[in-house]
């Protein structure tokens, strides 16, 4: 799951500092999601999947496919 954030990130050519802000927090914060360091909470999981147009199975790692939409 970590990989996969910092991967649509960079994907979209996106600090970490951007993503921080649209979740509301620090870019230490959110790098420690990145990382692993610390476990995302549901609700910055649904802030990140709705960001970028994609399900949070995707994000978790349950599915490959990233189009919310398509199983």
């Keep these: 799951m970590y990989k ?3 991967d649509l990130r960079e ?11 649209v979740l509301g927090m620090s870019q230490t914060g959110y790098s420690k999601y990145e990382t692993g360091e ?3 909470p ?6 990140l ?5 994609t399900s949070i ?3 978790l790692g349950e599915t490959d496919c990233p189009d ?3 199983g």
Excluded: E, M, P, W
């Design 42 to 47: 549901t609700a910055v999981l649904i802030k």
């Design 4 to 6: 996969r954030i910092r």
């Design 38 to 40: 610390n476990d995302i």
């Design 11 to 21: 994907d979209r050519d996106l600090s970490q500092v951007q993503i921080s802000k």
């Design 49 to 53: 999947a709705r960001f970028y147009g």
């Design 57 to 59: 199975d995707y994000l």
């Design 68 to 70: 919310r939409y398509k």
